[in-house]
């Protein structure tokens, strides 16, 4: 990839910093629109290294309670993936530096059409994607066209890979690895360090990309534990959780909530600071 | 949008699907988590070890006829026949199988497959609850821990077969999110996979998923066709000249028509239209759907401009699932099979229509498949047959029915 690339420098920076970095998920739109957009913008500041950004879908088969309610909030309040591309293309307004990944199902961009969407979401300033249901098996589909059109194609790698599975998925893989610490769905367990470390050695000796591990990550001790063996932390359930914990009884985002999320934020990078 | 199918060659047989990407032209592949491709390639190569196991078939064939109770009749419905005033009328008499209707036929073929694997425990979706009982009956008798995940909606509307799990030892999962039917049970059955991919094997209950499933499932409800082929044979001394199946996900309909797909046979598949295919309060997903991608597999969904499911609406919550198994939709698009829709109002009369001129009370699903073919055996001549799958007993549905009429019990 070419010197514009924003995610290696983005690991880049962290290895000279000597430490490794905060990826924080939010869903689009959620739970409005603006409230969204202004969280996003606020993420780099308050301690996301590189944020994931989720494409709403209706029905999230990978995700666990949290993030499918995070789903539905956005779709209830408009969201498209239309919006989620004019969300990033509006960060990019005030931020340069921090990589931007869309992580989600198929189906929308399918529907979108593939290599308009690959277009639209490279002018857009979109870094990469992560396609929860498009497997190596499934590369022909968008893997491809993101590839060659200029797009990170970020995989997840899991517990369930075993070696002949891990070269596959690693084959097409660029900008940096997902490890999913857990076979299960976000928002549930979490792994113990020492097996993620364990595993990780393993994933290791077929790649020098930089590894992030996610999935069951809530607590800035975790983050930091991680942080120890792995590139990058993910983190997504808890500040889902934490947008949840500050909405009213009919759902509307409460005036506090751009701190409450931004101070979590805060204290989950801390982890990684000290 | 449209991407090219990647069987493009002319075509010799429609029985030869999929490939070996598990695709049937456009539609089919393997749409799912790479934490679950290990499992579903472990899959793909024990179903063919199986499919080449003499014992494997033995097994199957051995309960398929004294537990199950095949072969399942296939009757003449004379009464109806003469009511109507056209073609001869045919029943293949599914929903006389132990349990009441054809799911049982798949449930127990997967769960040989599932004990040859060494899999501890058995999960399952359920919309009717015909396929959880199916499931939740196999297990019992295999001794498997069930559980079966059923839309919170489903749970209300199919209150007999809720017990009948319970009874069989199943435990159910009552699911809200969504509207609380199929589509939504089986997100949360994927997500139980997910979570428990050593010990778990996933019981789906028709053809649609992640291949291999599409194919599993059709090659264990194809006993159906093959009876009826033999039996229609044996009682006519030739092919029938139209076939007739309702579809939810499709697995009765594939059983059926699979077999009779190369013979010049007439063939169609009949969705549910609910209030009417210019509501949006309805089923069919071939006529009223596009290609899109879900739960494992491309296939015609609902769903709106932004690649968002629709909510599927039927009065049978066997036929109330927003897709369709991948083989129909290449079926559709290669003109083979017709597919239409019925609804609500005139399912419930093909219902009444049964029980009175048949004495045989109908599950809501196949009800839907004879409203159709009350619609065509009029225009048709009488030396010519039509089939009709009877793929369920009605039983499940009485509360529903009376509901609809008005009535109370
Ligand atoms: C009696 C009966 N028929 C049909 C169906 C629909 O499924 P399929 O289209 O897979 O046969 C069901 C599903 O629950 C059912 O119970």
Redesign the pocket.
Known sequence: MSSGDRIASTFERLRKEGRAGLVTFVTAGDPDPGTSQQLMERLPAAGADIIELGMPFSDPMADGPAIQAANLRALASGASLIGTLDMVRRFRQNNSDTPVILMGYFNPIYQYGPSRFVTDAVAAGVDGLIMVDLPPEEDEELCDPARTGGLHWVRLVTPTSNEGRLKQVLQNTSGFIYYVSIAGITGTRSAAASSIGEALTEVRKHTQLPIAVGFGINTAEQVRETGEVADGAVVGSAIIREIENNLDESGRAKPELLDQVTGLVSTLSGGLRS | MALTTRNSEPLESYRSGPDEHGRFGLFGGRFVAETLMPLILDLETAYSEAQESPEFQRDFDYYAAHYTGRPSPLYFAKSLTESLGGAKIYFKR??LNHT????INNTLGQILLAKRMGKSRIIAE??????GVATATVCALFDLPCVVYMGATDIERQAPNVFRMKLLGAEIVPVTSGTGT?KDAMNDALRDWVANVADTFYII????GPHPYPAM?RDF?SIIGRETKEQMFAAEGRLPDTLV???????????LFHPFLDDPVQIVGVEAGGYGLETDKHAASLTGGRPGVLHGNRTYLLQNEDGQIDDAHSI????D?PG??PEHAWLHDHGRVDYVSVTDSEALEAFKLCCRAEGIIP????AHALAHVAKIAPTMDKEQIIVM?L???GD?DIFTVADALGVEI
């Open positions: 599914d929903e009441g209707s054809h799911k359920t919309g009717a609850g015909q396929h199929l209950g028709t053809v649609a499932v409800q199946a309702c579809i939810g996900g499709g697995s009765n309909a594939m059983g049978s919550a066997g036929l699932y369709i198994g599950a809501l699903e196949p799958n793929c369920g007993r499940k």
